[in-house]
């Protein structure tokens, strides 16, 4: 990593001797003390991995006592998720289904206006307007997911039922639609640092061989930074399907199995909020969903995540 | 928004070529697709900021909330917002930066390191509301903590704890190496390198990342509702382990209401919140460019 200064630190130390590890040298130099505070600092780096275990032994503890009471083919066999109502169904594709569709419509946003945005600021934007325009489109990014939530339910729902006289007032079309406005900037700002990345030559080449400047962007320089590109759509995803406020104030919390963008939708984020602001007591079935919805929510972002890693790798070493 | 249509970028030697009416359209098109969603998002803040006028004056910052919408008011949320992202201070800062400074200072390449460093990205992408659920099964269950102040502050620093690692260590790199060398050739130790040398360069990066991530604690609501944050709170908390309500709990539950006049609360309350936000990210936008200019020179 070029941002690696480390201290090279045999220098001007007269107890390195010649050990590659002078940090064990027994001079007073390193008394008691500096041991001490590094092993405070560790334990503050090891308190990341305390945390990622404390979220696996969290969910998993709790998700296999529901898993003791719902069979696993229950989970993926039924369609139906009702486990509030009297009836209890435990079928896991209608919460799939909501958080799908609000993710694909914010990603159907995002992706577009994403990498446009990304093209215009890495091969055509001056250097005045790039620095001015990146910060700007990460502010959509920072804006609290409570106050996009408000702005899909207030406004935006009502000016689409101008458009489309059937759209119910909690929708996915709506909490999709403000979502990908939100993610817009996961997918502008990895794309543009992968397109900055593709070395200039490559462009001179294309030109040098007669080509426009969109046939090279869009037949060289496009291919060329194609992971880094799909490692920022990945991660774009990743971050809608995780997202809660939007689709709990404007979907609907209506857990059904449908692709119809129009009516009220639940997902699986949505569900565990909808649980945790009523009375569930601790221990019963109905507690333990949000557990079991919470892993499988858990594990559909992690994968996505290493996978978006796998791909920004490609891009750094060596690029396409 | 003035738009220069002359292409120059990465290419201006061969700013003529191909500037044909195929190029203009695409660049115009892209400078909407970048317009747009900032045009947008300016509109529903307008939007909010009429809806909210009427509401925002000093009574609805000190009043608490009342089923009457227009006598109620945010001062149990504001201050238990004050109080959570107060105790995050606390607890993910000093963490934070210590783990960051073993990272950068101590870890080196180690495989402590590098596993430390791949589950730092991986955290950095767990959805926020799983860190609810952590702090829900840990802190207000296992632990005991109960739906207390404490338990949202710890939940809320595990959860930008990534942010403030990440930013300290970008901070840490614009040291240049040759300070480390000069001060330990004086035979200062490591940590008196890092204490008189290290820490004093790198503090604006260190505070700009201090600040992004109380910005972002403020706006959190997801993890703060799975832990149990209260909608209805008519006093205030007084130590930490008192029940609490937020800002973007209190705006949460004006939203889910369906009376208009609970909505025009819930887009007061967003102002204010918006703009605590605003006056939090000017800071570290300044403190950013003071620490670019020093480090340039």
């Known amino acids: ?22 940090r064990r040298g027994g001079r007073s130099a390193t008394p008691f003390g500096e041991h001490v505070i590094e092993w405070v600092l560790k334990a503050c780096g090891l308190v990341s991995i305390l945390t990622t275990l404390g979220i696996l032994a969290v969910l998993l503890t709790e998700a296999v006592g529901f898993f003791r009471e719902v069979s696993l083919a229950d989970f993926f066999g039924d369609t139906e998720w009702t486990p509030l109502f009297a009836e209890k169904h435990f079928g896991i594709w209608p919460l799939i289904a909501g958080t799908f569709l609000t993710t694909a419509i914010a990603t159907a946003v995002a992706v577009p206006f994403g990498l446009l945005a990304a093209i215009y600021l890495s091969e055509f934007a001056p250097g005045r307007a790039r620095r001015i325009l990146k910060p700007a489109l990460e502010v959509l990014a920072g804006v609290p997911t ?41 997918v502008s700002s990895l794309s543009e640092d992968a397109l900055h990345a593709v070395p200039m030559s490559l462009r001179e080449a294309s030109w040098g061989l007669g080509g426009a400047r969109l046939t090279t962007i869009f037949t060289v320089v496009l291919p060329a930074a194609m992971s880094g590109i799909v490692a920022s759509i990945i991660l774009a995803v990743s971050r809608a399907i995780g997202e809660t406020m939007i689709v709990a104030i404007a979907a609907g919390q209506q857990p059904r199995l449908t ?26 079935i109905e507690y333990r ?11 559909l972002t992690l994968i996505m995540n290493v996978l978006s890693r796998r791909f920004v790798k490609r891009f750094r070493y060596g690029g396409g | 928004m003035s738009v220069d249509l002359q292409p120059s970028g990465r290419a ?59 006598a109620a008011g945010i001062l149990p949320a504001l201050i238990g917002s004050l109080w959570l992202i107060g105790l995050t201070a606390v607890i993910a800062l000093p963490l934070g ?63 930008v704890m990534p942010i403030v690692i990440i930013a300290t260590r970008e901070a840490l790199r614009t040291v240049p190496g040759h300070l480390r060398e000069a001060a330990a050739a004086l035979g200062a130790t490591r940590w008196q390198v890092i204490r008189q040398v290290i820490l004093p360069m790198s503090l604006p990066g260190i505070m700009t990342g201090a600040i992004l991530s109380i910005s972002r604690a403020i706006g959190e609501t997801a993890p703060l509702i799975v832990v149990g944050a209260l909608t209805y709170v008519t006093f205030l908390p007084a130590g930490p382990g ?56």
Do not use: C
Request: aromatic fraction near 8%; charge should be positive; proline fraction near 6%.
């Open chain 1, 259 to 284: 692709l119809d963008p129009t009516v009220p939708v639940g997902t699986m984020t949505s569900y565990i909020v909808q649980v945790s602001m009523g009375d569930t007591p601790t221990g019963t």
């Open chain 2, 12 to 70: 201006h030697d061969i700013r003529r070529r191909g500037n044909n009416l195929g190029e203009r359209a695409f660049i115009a098109l892209s400078v909407v697709a970048i317009a747009v969603p900032l045009l947008i998002l300016g509109g529903l803040v307008v939007n909010t900021l009429g809806d909210a006028i009427g509401r925002l004056d000093w009574d609805f910052i000190t009043s608490y909330p009342s089923r009457r919408a227009s």
């Open chain 2, 97 to 159: 930066v210590g783990a960051a400074l073993w990272l950068e200072e101590y870890g080196g390449k180690s495989r402590l390191a590098g596993f430390i460093e791949v589950n730092i990205a991986n955290l950095a992408g767990v959805p926020s509301i799983i860190y609810g659920l952590l702090g829900l099964g840990l802190f207000v269950r296992f632990l005991g903590l109960g739906r207390s102040v404490l338990a949202g502050a710890l939940t809320l620093s595990l959860l």
């Open chain 2, 242 to 297: 008192d029940p609490f309500t937020a800002l973007p709990i209190q705006i949460y539950n004006w939203v889910s209401r369906p009376q208009e006049a609970f909505l025009v609360n819930a887009a007061a309350g967003i102002m204010v919140l918006l703009v605590t936000m605003l006056v939090l990210n000017s800071v570290a936008v300044l403190l950013r460019n003071r620490l670019q200019r020093r480090t340039r020179r």
């Open chain 1, 146 to 186: 409570i106050v996009y939530g408000y702005f899909a339910l207030v406004v935006v729902t009502p000016m689409l039922q101008g458009i489309f006289p059937g759209l119910a007032g909690f929708n996915a079309l709506s909490a999709g639609l403000v979502m990908g406005v939100m993610i817009i900037p996961m």
């Open chain 1, 289 to 299: 969903t949000i557990f079991a919805v919470g892993v499988t929510l858990f594990a």
């Open chain 1, 1 to 22: 990593m070029a941002g690696d200064i480390t201290l090279p630190e045999p220098l001007g130390r007269p107890d390195a001797g010649g050990s590659a590890r002078p």
